[in-house]
């Protein structure tokens, strides 16, 4: 007798290859190339066969199944992509062909031997071949189902800095606006700082031990790829090498020799599929340069107050803040891909607001306790 889990995970897997089909026939009516159309018809066919493979392993169990119905999800984004354009879905479907391998690659390794441990081989194999497809059709060469964002030290230093800055001045913004007297906006400052500097220190830590432990996963995850589905991850390299201007017979030859030293193909795949290279800072080393660039950023709007007091330590406060607001924005640009003037007038505004908010918020606290 199987456990309600394993029958609603069967059952979410069958709703999800329905939608699948759903959406692959609507994504060939509604393009014009020929090429693209018969692409998302033999996919909506092969998940037309992964729907009667789940269907056939429920009835076997004897587990009532109602009509094919395609999820609300599934109608959402079928009238998202009318509204918007099918380039839309087809990037959605991207991602969920990505979910779907990471799903099927899970439920592999977590089934004993027998049919769903088959069936979710078999159709995490057909997943990434959909993918594949999708990918070479819209130009892209990493696969969606690997998350290779890596953090940098200098983006570390430019977002730490940021986040002391913004939420140290909001916070004397805020005692300022409680009309407190010049030492208490200057003790607050100088506590703000040191907590907010001993939080993102500690944030940044734990991201670089996360960082260090998304790699690792990432690389065991590919090497389950490389020893369960090689052919596809031979088509994968070939793929990339051909994207690269490499022509297709070099292409699949050149990928061949390297998948066929498996530590080889597996750093390869990290480096030139994945664009991962493991991250050899540590991680104390990354929360100390975290926490100190937070600790700059929080202390600029605190230097005008141990100089001056009154309205002159305000607003050399405000005016030195948000010109480092529109700094901090406009370097940030550098990650962002964002215009330097566009990103650091973005910022001046999210400072400017921050400020305001703070202001009002302490002014009326004030109110109500004194």
Do not use: C
């Amino acid at each position: 007798m199987l456990d309600k889990k394993t029958i609603n995970t069967w059952k979410y897997h069958l709703q999800d290859e329905i939608d699948a089909s759903f959406l692959y026939k609507h994504l060939g009516a509604m393009v014009d190339n020929e090429k693209n159309k018969r692409i998302y018809l033999s996919l909506a066919s092969v998940e037309d066969k992964h729907v009667a493979a789940w269907k056939d392993l429920l009835e076997k169990n004897q587990i009532k199944l109602g009509p094919d119905k395609p999820s609300f999800k599934a109608k959402s984004l079928y009238l998202l992509s009318k509204r918007f354009g099918y380039s839309l879905l087809t990037k959605l479907m991207l991602k969920e062909e990505a979910t779907e391998v990471k799903s099927y690659m899970g439920l592999y390794n977590e089934s004993p031997a027998g049919p769903t441990k088959n069936i979710a081989l078999k159709l995490a194999q057909d997943s990434a071949e959909h993918a594949n497809r999708l990918m070479s059709s819209g130009g892209i060469s990493e696969e969606p189902w690997h998350n290779s964002e890596t953090g940098g030290l200098l983006r570390n230093i430019v977002y730490g800095f940021n986040d002391g800055l913004t939420a140290n001045f909001g916070l004397i913004a805020g005692i300022i606006g409680a009309s407190a007297a010049p030492h208490i906006i200057l003790v607050s400052g100088i506590a703000g700082m040191i907590a907010d500097s001993l939080s993102m220190g500690a944030s940044g830590y734990l991201a670089a031990v996360s960082e260090k432990e998304v790699y690792e996963h990432e690389k065991s995850m590919e090497a389950d790829e490389i020893k369960l589905m090689p052919e596809l991850e031979i088509e994968e390299l070939a793929l990339i090498y051909e994207a690269r201007g490499m022509e297709r017979e070099k292409a699949v030859q050149r990928a061949t020799e390297t998948m066929s030293n498996p530590e080889q193909a597996l750093n390869d795949k990290m480096r030139e599929e994945l664009g991962m290279t493991e991250n050899t800072s540590s991680p104390l080393k990354e929360g100390w340069i975290t926490g100190t660039a937070t600790a700059i950023g929080a202390i600029i709007p605190i230097i005008p107050f141990f100089f001056f007091s009154g309205a002159i330590a305000v607003w050399l406060s405000l005016a030195v803040a948000m010109l480092t607001h529109f700094g901090v924005g406009a370097a940030r640009s550098f990650f962002t891909g964002r215009g330097i003037f566009r990103s650091g007038l973005d910022m001046f505004i999210v400072g400017m607001g921050v400020a305001v908010v703070g202001y009002f918020i302490g002014e009326l606290v004030s109110k109500f306790l004194m």
